[in-house]
């Protein structure tokens, strides 16, 4: 996405969207096949990877709040589950984000296992779009996602998901969508116990380290 009048390079930005883009000048917007030219503000309503949608208003709208349609580019094309996930790994189980990061889009968990070597693969899907990835590892390789996980989350007292905030966990681990993953992941192993608690109106998760050990 570039300005009419911007002659810098342009280069790729992460962000959260929704975002409001406000210029005085065209902008225009491409996916190298594709190309819109507007005039006027630019709601990015959602940016994923894989899509781009755009809800375009005009320079002067009766109603701000109102845009005048909604334009999508494919920035590339998207991926198959079967055509990402190593070769040896089988289905394990999914679940669901427990609250929504675009609207009321739920993201949803797939977890595949290698068993000769207890690793682990997520992938992160949303309305059938590959949003993530991640390869997390053996259980038998100290340095994987998987084993930090399994040792970070190793606790002499019970504990919740809120009390595992990603600006304290190891590097390879500050990202909430990993700490879920390993959570998921070693549960189901049962490495851990998962109890529903209720706590004012909110139902969560307490987890509790079980004494399963790796053989």
């Known amino acids: 996405m570039s300005n009419g009048n911007n002659r810098h390079r342009i280069r790729?930005?992460?962000?959260?969207?929704?975002?409001?883009?406000?210029?005085?000048?065209?902008?225009?917007?491409t996916d190298g096949k594709a190309t819109l030219k507007h005039e006027g503000n630019i709601i990015v309503r959602v940016a994923d990877g894989y899509l781009i949608e755009l809800q375009l208003q005009d320079k002067t709208p009766e109603k701000p709040t109102l845009g005048r349609g909604i334009e999508s580019f494919l920035i590339e094309e998207p991926?198959?589950?079967?055509?990402?996930?190593?070769?040896?790994?089988d289905f394990l189980k999914k679940s669901k984000a427990t609250r929504a990061t675009y609207g009321d889009e739920i993201?949803?968990?797939?977890?595949?296992k290698r068993e000769k070597d207890a690793s682990y693969y997520v992938v992160i899907k949303r309305e059938n779009?590959?949003?993530?990835?991640?390869?997390?590892?053996?259980?038998?390789d100290p340095e994987s996602k998987i084993a930090i996980a399994l040792k970070t989350f190793t606790r002499e007292r019970p504990f919740y998901r809120k009390d595992l905030k990603p600006r304290l966990m190891?590097?390879?681990?500050?990202?909430g969508q990993l700490i879920k993953?390993?959570?998921?992941?070693?549960?189901?192993?049962?490495?851990?116990?998962?109890q529903n608690i209720n706590i004012g109106d909110r139902e969560i998760e307490r987890y509790t380290r079980t004494s399963k050990i790796l053989p």
């Open 12 to 29: 790729p930005y992460h962000f959260p969207a929704p975002l409001l883009i406000k210029s005085d000048s065209p902008i225009t917007v």
């Open 79 to 89: 991926k198959s589950v079967q055509s990402i996930i190593p070769i040896g790994f």
């Open 107 to 112: 993201s949803e968990y797939q977890y595949y």
């Open 129 to 140: 779009e590959i949003i993530r990835e991640y390869n997390l590892g053996s259980l038998f």
């Open 170 to 175: 190891p590097s390879s681990l500050r990202q």
């Open 181 to 194: 993953s390993c959570l998921d992941i070693l549960v189901e192993e049962g490495f851990l116990s998962a």
